[in-house]
């Protein structure tokens, strides 16, 4: 199952696991090292939300201490 996520103009898809023991898990196909889990879909998708994010920040952060430029592209 699928779905997808906006944080801010962006757009994410969400790979979503029904898991045998119970809740879902979830990954961003975007950002491979966004994954998470939750009790219902709801609870899932609000978690989803704080990976991505986070990995977001974690990766700008990384950028800017390793002294990489960092260029806006729109598509």
Do not use: W
């Not at 103009?9 to 975007?30: N, P």
């Amino acid at each position: 199952m699928k779905t997808t996520h906006k944080e801010g103009d962006r757009e994410f898809t969400i790979s979503i696991q029904k898991e045998s023991e119970g809740g879902y898990s979830g990954q961003c196909l975007e950002i491979p090292g966004a994954i998470s889990q939750g009790e219902t879909l709801s609870e899932l998708k609000d978690n989803m939300r704080e990976a991505i994010q986070l990995s977001l920040e974690y990766l700008k952060d990384k950028a800017k201490s390793e002294n990489k430029k960092i260029v806006k592209i729109s598509a």
